[in-house]
């Protein structure tokens, strides 16, 4: 291995060095071609745990495509002696499974990205997830489509397609065969957290092999809207108990009567997970107070964002969520996406209290699965020719994509979005509203210009970085 590449996996494992000992469950999820030498790996991701997974899909095989799951031993190889034998030629063994191997050719020689220490898909999800990304060959000549998606589909265990063979194991799909590894947060806030009133029962929840003395929980205490108080409490501060699985320390503190605090869980100076709490009995945000009466613990909202995309209502389901989501957050919204007579024009139209609108498209899947980006810019455009005509050119048009997929899932389909103006709002983006942005009092148009605003830079990042032969 070139000594470029050794540097960028050695800055890798030293930036999560102080809480290394914290993950003694490992896992490598892996999907590959077999060939007379073993498995040609398309896509692996080994995940580094502080809490034992357990696994509902540990294996499949379709002609030569297989994919898989496999507990790492640690005791017998290290995550670093792993990662280094799949990259060379004769790869590194699974039992069970055989030779595993990244390949590499001449013009896709072995590639070792810096280290990404805050992923964006954890920063969405208010989680510290720190990623090393190793690339090697094309992956077209591994898998011819669409020949791979129909080998799936006539397998024991069938798959729609490659990309939901992925998903069900926890994989990306990329241009080149790639090898990830993925640190994921040892110190969280405690999920049973509560505000009762003036009362804040914290806590938090720590991997067994660290230090309580090295834990913080950071807190901003929001009322009305602005920060009225920020802090933090030291572990040493915390009452900790041992369950099962992880060490849980909690502490109190008194809040304002219908107070919404942001809580961050960290170790040795590092934050590794942000989430808010507010009291149930109380609401800043009115519109909230007023959806509760029909869904008092947004559990159908939240089911409704999660769809099981099997149930046949799933994608109408999804579509009243998103409007209802929309309307907490200060937007008017009128859905026509479920009625067949207007579905043919708009799913949803969000207005802000300035008049701008958001011209809403809703999909439980890929962005350009039925042309569904290229409608949408069309729908958007009526919209904008109506405002002309009705000389109203200084109202602001956006149209929004909602995915109920990931955003790892649909990024092949991201550089489209950008550079047709289209803002695309993920799973992970839904989870953090649901879970704080609907709390706090509605502030529809700040969103839409934050909305505005992050279009425009995508489109514009995305034009600089195309090539002068491409444009």
């Not at 000992?21 to 999907?31: D, E, K, N, P, V």
Request: with cysteine; hydrophobic share 45%.
């Amino acid at each position: 291995m070139e000594t470029s590449a050794q540097v960028q996996i050695d800055a890798f494992f030293s930036s999560i060095k102080s809480w290394r000992a914290a993950y003694a469950h490992a896992y490598l999820h892996f999907m590959g071609v077999r060939t007379p030498r073993g498995l040609t790996l398309v896509s692996a991701r080994i995940f580094m745990e502080a809490w034992e997974k357990n696994l509902t899909t540990i294996s499949v095989q379709a002609h030569e495509i297989e994919a898989g799951v496999w507990r790492i031993d640690q005791q017998n190889a290290s995550i670093e002696t792993i990662v280094e034998a799949l990259v060379t030629e004769g790869g590194f063994e699974v039992p069970g499974v055989g030779i595993l191997r990244l390949p590499s050719d001449e013009r896709n020689g072995l590639f070792v990205a810096p280290p990404v220490l805050l992923h964006p898909e954890g920063i969405n999800a208010g989680n510290r997830l720190a990623v090393l990304t190793i690339q090697g060959s094309d992956t077209g000549p591994l898998l011819r489509q669409p020949d791979t998606d129909w080998r799936l589909k006539a397998a024991e265990q069938p798959y729609e397609s490659l990309q939901e063979l992925c998903s069900d194991f926890g994989l990306g799909i990329h241009g080149r065969t790639t090898i990830e590894v993925v640190a994921r947060p040892v110190v969280e806030v405690l999920g049973k957290s509560r505000i009762h009133g003036t009362s804040a029962e914290l806590g938090l929840w720590l991997s067994k092999n660290l230090e309580t003395a090295q834990t913080r929980l950071g807190y901003r205490i929001l009322d009305n809207g602005r920060v009225v108080e920020r802090g933090s409490i030291p572990g040493s501060d915390f009452v900790w108990t041992d369950d099962d699985h992880a060490l849980i320390g909690r502490a109190s503190m008194k809040v304002p009567a219908g107070s919404i605090v942001q809580c961050i869980a960290s170790i040795a100076g590092h934050a590794h997970h942000v989430y808010w709490h507010a009291d149930p009995a109380f609401f800043q945000n009115p519109r909230l107070a007023v959806f509760s009466v029909a869904d008092p613990n947004r559990e159908i909202l939240r089911r409704f964002l999660q769809p099981d995309q099997l149930k046949s209502k799933a994608a109408s389901d999804f579509e009243a969520a998103i409007a209802w989501m929309l309307w907490t957050l200060g937007f008017a919204t009128a859905t026509f996406g479920n009625n067949s007579k207007v579905s043919d024009y708009f799913d949803t139209i969000a207005v802000s209290p300035n008049g701008n609108f958001l011209v809403v498209e809703c999909t439980l899947g890929l962005l350009k699965a039925d042309s569904k980006l290229s409608r949408l810019s069309n729908r958007a455009s009526l919209v904008r020719n109506a405002l002309d005509s009705s000389n109203m050119k200084h109202v602001q048009v956006v149209p929004v994509m909602v995915t109920a997929m990931p955003k790892e899932q649909i990024k092949v389909d991201l550089p489209s979005a950008e550079e047709n103006g289209i803002l695309v709002i993920t799973k992970e983006d839904l989870i953090a509203a649901l879970d704080a942005d609907i709390h706090r009092p509605p502030n529809a148009e700040l969103l839409f210009t934050r909305a505005a605003a992050a279009v425009e830079d995508r489109r514009t990042a995305r034009t600089a970085t195309r090539s002068p032969a491409t444009q």
